[in-house]
């Protein structure tokens, strides 16, 4: 275990990843709008010409100051809030990223610059509600104009709808190339569940200026015809000089997109299934984002930009990782319908990182579980609750951690031993519009680390049209569900007793032997041969290409007892494959997507793999992973991992898609990093022997009876098998 | 939802899948012995030259009869037991395999045959306790010639030891050669945990002959050297004309392969974790071997010869699977030393369906788990129980199956909807000697079913040479974990919505478009390619070879409520390869882990992909899965799915490999085979969403409060994510 010094110096320094309180958040806000010449207005102002502050969050120390702290007990250094400001309010209109400090009493702000000195452009920016209000505004008066279209082809209008109203979803990336800001906007029955009403009406909206005004109808689609204009449309419409789309009655009582409960089974579902309870109280401490269990340690955070973060993760003291983090998510979507051919969506450029709504207790995570409320300071003039926006609990697997029966092959047993598998689990959730992703961190008892993350909510769906069956399933009478491609960008700064790391694969070749037994005989048997990957761009593994069987990462000067390099594996849980040919157009944004694997050396100045701008300019990112890998600066290694799955929608993705077989991620396992498992610190095993009266005796480290709520009976083990 | 005449014949129909009971082993058992012809006498007699019945076991009625019966209300086929015979006292020694009925008065015996009338060698057979009786006398004699070297090097003897003995284990297969049975055995420090303590010392011993007394030592290994006989070992270590080995003195307070808890973790263990309760008891019905969940049905049954099967899986009465069932387990190793060059176990010869041990309340299953008994009769004159053998549970996740929070963007919500992700499990374990598999079916509510067996127990480890550097890991002074690849191998015959099933492919296609609303501009999408594969050669799919993106299975006359054809997928959860070159020696008895998946033909005579025989003759075994793969009979479909890892032995597999990131298996997943989510079914969503009055009104249709042992407040959400 870690020294008490070492534990106290990672629970101090734990700090220095904590997100921003509402109070520096203030502060930050406060000190910016005073500097006049930024010229700093509020978001809730509508007018788009405006300079206001987009998103506040915390800057990260650099990895060499916050290391200085965590392990040397060094004074920690000032905090600083990363801000990007909108300047809307000027002939040029730009996006600036400042690094402003120190906290909690700012008096400085610096311009932060991406390399090469690339400016963030304006069209690139993620959309406000400002620019929302001003979408529904247009959105009014094309479907004032397409009234008679759309309540005749629908039976549902976007005004003065009562109970028959449409809504609409804004599609990204806003047009073809670097510069533009032009959105296809589908329009979908206002129900529980629009997401799946699309009603065969999409429109092209130019809304690049600033002056909305000035915003242009480029094409309208309707029942699979394109227009010039809305007024083409509805002109033609009424000369019935195209086919006329005419929407089964709408059925209030059809549950199709809700969650209602319909049909019955063969149990009851109407009393509550098992739960888990703590018979004792908590196994874990967490104290503000810093978190023991077990030998684990770490801080976290949840990023407003791009979500949750764990730092400085320890085992009995030893770091393993500085810092493993979700960097994206994107869905790229094939299909029919204008909207469908558009859509790739890239999540942090839809503000993932703050989407992270309130969890409900007993679904999305235990009753048991201890919550957390997160503040973000996004497109607002003041800090945001997200209520109970995070959960960490301890459960039970249902499964042992490891167990063994050895027998004696008599009917009886030499010993039983075993110990049940608990897991420490850190969760948040993004709601990316109709998507619910699941963001988890298992910690395993014994030094594994999992990510996970699980889908669920609504699917992404189109108008149907007959060749719309080539990419993905019919799953209501007008309804497809879209193929799409889900794939998951991770950072993971691995640092396996400290900064000096090396890497390298195993694969397994056959080897033929003269068998040394008998001579006149050939063993055929595998050899682990392994590879040291010293170069960047020979460390990054691309999709399509054999992937090694073990990618490990250890520690060239530190063994464990038996003097192996001291190193972990990172094991993937994936059915990811590339989503565009390479270099293609938007592709040129995901330059990560290219890797299941890509190990870089680390540098502060690649702090992500991606920005909230990719989504509405992926043609020229500000931010290129592919250049990372473009050298070989140092020895502190970082793996960038990218895991994902094909998801061809089909009927049971109605009304969400359901998380099993929809969970995705990788495993962090030690290899030779301990001496022996770490998990045999646990006084939770249980050992059995036959005693010398015959009679099983049980040998454990914990109260014999669980609790009246689990049982009351003392554990009992039989241990013999017997002839009856 | 089913039909309640439906219910009750697959209620009624499971008995015939129900294994036999210990009544009707003695009936079978009574009837052979009767049967004088036979010359039966008890397996307890220690002369090999005897015959006996070494297994017993429920055979299988012919498919089309069970589903008469299943599908019709026809009255059941008679049941039946699979007997193997083995007839050691005759000239030419053999085993033979008799169908034996009816139970439960059987009055006949009828000869099985294989494909092509091949015989099952004597030598072919599994060991049986009377042959490792004869094997621990042999060892007595060879210890006792080289006593003073093994005391000398290791501090352990094999006879008269008290407290520092020496113990066995046998490595497989028998020889080189189809009629061989010559062993490799490595001796063990008899301590807790013994396979992980080799002392450098295996010896080859020819044990074919029925006459104990004409076995022969054929080799000795010690310490890295080989020797003709003991004599020569004993000789040339007198002389010291060999490298002598000492390993360091025993120390009986290493606690190394043990389960006894040492060092400390920064969180208490010794209190109890987080347990399963059932607030308000069981939501599954069982009836003997006929379980009913959610909307679920299914018989089970535990095969002695290779465990666990699922018969006639329903849901809401459609069949789903006929059968889903483990086939065989098998682990291929690597090393320098003779025993680990030669380890190629093949678990089905190691009986590994009757060592299903019993299960612990609260390690191996959730104490809230109903536990079952089995029966087996194998090398035994009568049935032995295995108590609490088989576990059913039903689990949490401590995840949403689906959740949705539904934003107005603007602080508030539309609706948030959730539902808790609950799974019944049904579980048995196989302890192979020093491994422990753990075999999990889970249902999942919305119609998923996944199969998945974890690996824990003891690593097969071997004396540490220099060279084993290659092979593994160093995990103790003086042994080698071995590097091995396990593979499982399961029976899948899904009959989805009956036999008629058709089989295709999905795979994804670039393609390049005009774009229809910028003609100047080109899209670049993925396409849904779909390949249909009609013959079982087309359908087999190798390692090494791209996997499909999706494998499909659809009933061609069945549509769901959109017009697709009714279909399940088969997901892989697998980092399997092939463990030697296809057709080498050893290769020739496990042809089905060739293919991550072959798809057949149904053919009863086709009942399982390997024998008990394959491990002791590998070389000519009675049954070949490629045969499988030449015709193509009919349509009713048969999926073979091998999973698998390579498991690399590291020191954190000490004591024992630990189930985290050690689990392999496979989803059964509808695709378009309901017309919406099954789970709908369930009461047990929530729905909340802002009243009229601002607060959040509830929707719900379990009780309110759960109960006292997880929580006395009733489910409160708050929904608004407000500025503060
Ligand atoms: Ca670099
Ligand atoms: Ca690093
Ligand atoms: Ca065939
Ligand atoms: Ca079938
Ligand atoms: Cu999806
Ligand atoms: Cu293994």
């Given at each position: 275990a870690?020294?008490?010094?070492?534990?106290?110096w990672a629970?101090?320094?734990?700090?220095?990843?904590?997100?921003l309180t509402?109070?520096e958040m203030?502060a930050?806000?406060d000190y910016l709008?005073?500097c006049?010449?930024?010229?700093?207005?509020?978001?809730?102002?509508k007018?788009?010409?405006k300079?206001?502050?987009?998103?506040?969050?915390?800057?990260?120390?650099r990895?060499?100051e916050?290391?200085?702290?965590?392990?040397r007990?060094?004074?920690k250094?000032?905090?600083?809030a990363?801000v990007v400001v909108q300047?809307?309010?000027?002939?040029q209109?730009?996006?600036?990223?400042?690094v402003?400090?120190?906290?909690?009493?700012?008096n400085?702000h610096?311009?932060m610059?991406?390399?090469?000195?690339?400016?963030i452009k304006?069209?690139?920016?993620?959309?406000?509600?400002?620019?929302?209000?001003h979408?529904?505004?247009?959105?009014?008066?094309i479907t004032q104009k397409?009234?008679?279209v759309?309540?005749e082809?629908?039976?549902?209008?976007f005004?003065n709808?009562?109970?028959?109203?449409?809504?609409f979803?804004?599609i990204?990336?806003?047009?073809l190339?670097?510069g533009?800001?032009r959105?296809?906007?589908?329009l979908?029955?206002?129900?529980?569940?629009y997401?799946?009403?699309?009603?065969?009406f999409?429109?092209?909206?130019n809304?690049r200026d600033?002056?909305?005004?000035?915003?242009t109808v480029?094409k309208v689609?309707?029942?699979?015809?394109y227009?010039?204009?809305v007024?083409?449309?509805?002109?033609?419409y009424?000369?019935?000089?195209?086919i006329?789309?005419?929407?089964?009655?709408?059925?209030?009582?059809d549950?199709?997109?809700?969650?209602?409960?319909?049909?019955h089974?063969?149990?009851?579902?109407?009393?509550?299934?098992?739960?888990?309870?703590?018979?004792q109280g908590?196994r874990?401490r967490?104290d503000?984002?810093?978190?023991?269990y077990?030998?684990?340690?770490?801080?976290?955070?949840v990023?407003?930009s791009a979500?949750?973060?764990?730092?400085?993760?320890?085992?009995?003291g030893?770091?393993i990782a500085?810092e493993?983090?979700l960097q994206?998510?994107?869905?790229f979507y094939?299909?029919?319908?204008?909207?469908a051919m558009q859509?790739?969506?890239?999540d942090a450029?839809w503000?993932?990182?703050t989407?992270?709504f309130?969890?409900?207790p007993?679904?999305d995570?235990?009753?048991?579980?201890?919550y957390?409320?997160l503040?973000?300071?996004y497109?607002?003039d003041?800090p945001?609750?997200?209520?109970?926006?995070l959960?960490?609990?301890?459960?039970?697997?249902?499964m042992?951690?490891r167990?063994?029966?050895?027998?004696?092959?008599?009917g009886?047993y030499?010993?039983?031993?075993g110990?049940e598998?608990?897991?420490?689990?850190?969760?948040t959730?993004s709601t990316?519009?109709?998507?619910?992703?699941?963001?988890?961190?298992y910690?395993?008892?014994n030094?594994v680390?999992?990510s996970?993350?699980?889908?669920?909510g609504?699917?992404h769906?189109?108008?149907?049209?007959?060749e719309g069956?080539?990419?993905g399933?019919k799953?209501?009478?007008?309804?497809?569900?879209?193929?799409h491609?889900?794939?998951?960008h991770?950072?993971v700064?691995l640092?396996?007793?400290?900064?000096?790391n090396?890497?390298e694969t195993?694969?397994?070749?056959?080897?033929?032997?003269?068998n040394?037994?008998s001579?006149?005989?050939?063993?055929q048997?595998s050899?682990?041969v392994?590879t040291?990957?010293?170069?960047?761009r020979?460390a990054?593994?691309?999709f399509?290409?054999?992937?090694p069987r073990y990618?490990h990462f250890?520690n060239p000067n530190?063994?464990?007892?038996?003097?192996?390099?001291?190193?972990?594996?990172?094991?993937?849980?994936?059915?990811a494959?590339?989503?565009l040919?390479?270099?293609?157009?938007?592709e040129?944004?995901i330059?990560w997507?290219?890797y299941p694997?890509?190990?870089t050396?680390h540098?502060?100045?690649?702090a992500?793999?991606?920005t909230?701008y990719?989504?509405?300019d992926?043609?020229?990112?500000?931010?290129?992973?592919e250049?990372?890998?473009?050298n070989n600066?140092n020895?502190d290694l970082?793996?960038?991992?990218?895991?994902?799955f094909?998801?061809?929608?089909h009927s049971?993705?109605?009304?969400n898609t359901?998380?099993?077989?929809?969970?995705?991620?990788?495993?962090l396992r030690?290899f030779n990093f301990?001496?022996e498992d770490?998990?045999l610190?646990?006084r939770?095993t249980?050992?059995?022997?036959?005693g010398?009266?015959?009679?099983?005796k049980?040998?454990r480290w914990?109260?014999?009876?669980i609790g009246?709520c689990v049982s009351?009976?003392?554990?009992?083990?039989?241990?013999t098998?017997?002839?009856i």
């Amino acid at each position: 275990a870690g020294t008490s010094r070492q534990r106290e110096w990672a629970h101090h320094g734990s700090s220095m990843f904590a997100d921003l309180t509402p109070k520096e958040m203030m502060a930050v806000r406060d000190y910016l709008w005073s500097c006049k010449e930024l010229g700093l207005s509020s978001p809730r102002n509508k007018d788009l010409k405006k300079n206001n502050i987009l998103l506040m969050e915390l800057y990260l120390p650099r990895k060499h100051e916050a290391l200085r702290a965590l392990d040397r007990g060094h004074a920690k250094p000032p905090r600083q809030a990363r801000v990007v400001v909108q300047f809307g309010n000027q002939a040029q209109p730009n996006i600036t990223e400042y690094v402003v400090g120190p906290l909690p009493f700012p008096n400085s702000h610096q311009i932060m610059v991406f390399k090469g000195n690339r400016p963030i452009k304006f069209e690139s920016r993620p959309m406000s509600l400002a620019e929302y209000e001003h979408i529904q505004n247009i959105l009014e008066k094309i479907t004032q104009k397409a009234h008679k279209v759309l309540l005749e082809s629908t039976g549902f209008t976007f005004r003065n709808c009562t109970d028959r109203c449409l809504t609409f979803s804004d599609i990204a990336p806003r047009g073809l190339a670097s510069g533009e800001r032009r959105t296809w906007i589908m329009l979908q029955k206002f129900v529980e569940g629009y997401f799946i009403h699309p009603v065969g009406f999409e429109v092209l909206i130019n809304h690049r200026d600033l002056d909305p005004e000035k915003w242009t109808v480029e094409k309208v689609w309707y029942n699979g015809q394109y227009f010039d204009s809305v007024e083409e449309l509805v002109d033609r419409y009424d000369k019935d000089e195209l086919i006329k789309l005419k929407l089964p009655e709408h059925d209030e009582q059809d549950l199709f997109s809700t969650y209602i409960p319909r049909g019955h089974s063969n149990t009851p579902t109407n009393i509550h299934g098992p739960k888990l309870v703590e018979p004792q109280g908590h196994r874990y401490r967490i104290d503000g984002n810093f978190v023991e269990y077990s030998g684990w340690s770490f801080a976290y955070r949840v990023r407003s930009s791009a979500g949750l973060q764990i730092f400085d993760l320890r085992f009995n003291g030893e770091r393993i990782a500085y810092e493993i983090s979700l960097q994206e998510a994107i869905a790229f979507y094939s299909g029919h319908t204008p909207a469908a051919m558009q859509t790739k969506y890239i999540d942090a450029g839809w503000a993932m990182g703050t989407v992270d709504f309130e969890l409900a207790p007993g679904i999305d995570c235990p009753e048991i579980a201890t919550y957390v409320d997160l503040y973000h300071y996004y497109d607002t003039d003041k800090p945001v609750r997200y209520k109970n926006a995070l959960c960490i609990f301890e459960m039970t697997t249902g499964m042992p951690l490891r167990r063994h029966f050895n027998s004696n092959f008599n009917g009886s047993y030499n010993f039983y031993g075993g110990l049940e598998n608990h897991v420490l689990v850190i969760r948040t959730t993004s709601t990316v519009y109709n998507y619910d992703y699941i963001w988890d961190f298992y910690f395993y008892q014994n030094g594994v680390v999992e990510s996970r993350v699980s889908a669920t909510g609504y699917i992404h769906a189109t108008f149907f049209t007959p060749e719309g069956i080539h990419y993905g399933s019919k799953v209501y009478s007008y309804v497809l569900g879209n193929l799409h491609t889900h794939l998951i960008h991770y950072k993971v700064d691995l640092d396996i007793g400290g900064r000096e790391n090396s890497f390298e694969t195993m694969n397994l070749k056959y080897e033929n032997l003269t068998n040394p037994w008998s001579p006149s005989h050939i063993i055929q048997q595998s050899r682990l041969v392994r590879t040291q990957h010293t170069t960047e761009r020979n460390a990054a593994f691309r999709f399509g290409k054999k992937f090694p069987r073990y990618v490990h990462f250890y520690n060239p000067n530190q063994t464990n007892k038996w003097g192996h390099n001291k190193g972990y594996r990172i094991q993937f849980n994936s059915h990811a494959n590339s989503v565009l040919p390479r270099g293609w157009m938007e592709e040129k944004g995901i330059t990560w997507s290219r890797y299941p694997l890509a190990v870089t050396r680390h540098k502060d100045s690649e702090a992500t793999s991606t920005t909230i701008y990719t989504q509405n300019d992926p043609w020229e990112p500000v931010v290129s992973f592919e250049d990372f890998i473009r050298n070989n600066e140092n020895i502190d290694l970082v793996a960038w991992v990218t895991v994902g799955f094909l998801h061809v929608p089909h009927s049971e993705d109605i009304p969400n898609t359901a998380t099993p077989g929809n969970a995705v991620g990788f495993f962090l396992r030690p290899f030779n990093f301990f001496d022996e498992d770490p998990s045999l610190t646990s006084r939770s095993t249980v050992i059995v022997r036959p005693g010398e009266d015959g009679k099983p005796k049980v040998q454990r480290w914990t109260p014999e009876v669980i609790g009246h709520c689990v049982s009351d009976k003392p554990f009992f083990y039989n241990g013999t098998y017997s002839s009856i």
